[in-house]
C-alpha cells in the first residue's frame, strides 16, 4: 500500500490567493483528518471526517478554511483568502474504524504552505 | 475534555544508554494512548499504543511505553538509544465522545542521541 498520499508536498503563494490541499486515504480506512502543524501552537487537529461525513470541524480556525471529502479516496482542503499566518505543515491521516478507540492514525508526508 | 503533557521540550542521551520520554495525561473514563515518532520533513510515525491488558506496552524500534493509571502517565522507553533514534516524539490520548474518534497530541520532546 502506498500510505497516505498528498499533494503538493509543496506550496507558496501569494497572500490572497486560493490554495487548494488534497489527500488520499489509505484504501480501506473509513475515517480522515486535517492537521495543521506549526512551530508555535504544535500540532493542531482542524477537521475530521468518518465514512466521508465532517464530524468534528471545531478546528477550523475562521470561514477561509474549508474541507470536503466527496469520497472515500479523496478529500481537499481550501484556503481563501489565504493569509501569511496560515503558513504552516498541514497533515491528513487516516484509520481504518469510525469509533474504535484502539485505531491508529496514519500520516502523509504533509504539505508545506508558505504563503508570502 | 482530554489533555496531554509532555513536560520536556528536549532530551538529550548518550548512545547506548537508556532514554525515557515522558508523557502524562487527563481524561475522562479509559484512556486509549499513543506514541507517534516524526523524522525531520517527515509526517508522523506510529510507534506503539495501549488500549488495555498488560501495562508494558512494546512498539517499533525497540520501543516500549508504560502505562501507570495511578500516576495518569505513559512514559516512553527504551533500554539502549541509537544515534538514529533522534527525532520528535509525541504522546497522544484518545477518548470517544459522542462516536468521535478524536486524537489529542502533546506538544512533543525532541529527543538527540549523541556519540
Known amino acids: 500500500d502506498a500510505g497516505v498520499i498528498q499533494s503538493p508536498r509543496h506550496e507558496v503563494t501569494e497572500m490572497g490567493q486560493e490554495v487548494t490541499l488534497r489527500c488520499k486515504p489509505i484504501s480501506g480506512h473509513n475515517s480522515l483528518f486535517w492537521y495543521r502543524q506549526t512551530m508555535m501552537r504544535g500540532l493542531e487537529l482542524l477537521i475530521y471526517?468518518?465514512?466521508?461525513?465532517?464530524?468534528?470541524d471545531s478546528g477550523m480556525p475562521e470561514d477561509r478554511f474549508s474541507a470536503k471529502m466527496p469520497n472515500a479516496s479523496f478529500s481537499t482542503l481550501k484556503i481563501q483568502p489565504s493569509e501569511p499566518r496560515d503558513s504552516a505543515v498541514y497533515f491528513c491521516a487516516s484509520s481504518r474504524t469510525p469509533g474504535l478507540p484502539g485505531d491508529e492514525q496514519f500520516f502523509g508526508p504533509g504539505t508545506r504552505l508558505t504563503v508570502l | 475534555a482530554q489533555s496531554v503533557a509532555q513536560p520536556e521540550d528536549q532530551v538529550n542521551v548518550a548512545e547506548g544508554n537508556p532514554l525515557t520520554v515522558k508523557c502524562t495525561y487527563s481524561?475522562?473514563?479509559?484512556?486509549?494512548l499513543f506514541w507517534y515518532v516524526q523524522y525531520p520533513n517527515r509526517g508522523l510515525q506510529f510507534l506503539l499504543k495501549y488500549i488495555t491488558g498488560d501495562n508494558l506496552v512494546k512498539g517499533s524500534y525497540g520501543f516500549e511505553a508504560e502505562f501507570n493509571k495511578s500516576q495518569t502517565s505513559f512514559h516512553l522507553k527504551k533500554p539502549s538509544a541509537l544515534v538514529s533514534d533522534s527525532a520528535l516524539y509525541f504522546c497522544?490520548?484518545?477518548?470517544?465522545?459522542?462516536?468521535?474518534?478524536?486524537?489529542?497530541f502533546g506538544t512533543g520532546t525532541q529527543l538527540k542521541v549523541e556519540l
Open positions: 481524561v475522562s473514563g479509559n484512556p486509549y
Open positions: 497522544a490520548v484518545r477518548a470517544l465522545t459522542g462516536g468521535g474518534n478524536k486524537l489529542t
Open positions: 471526517f468518518n465514512n466521508n461525513v465532517p464530524i468534528d
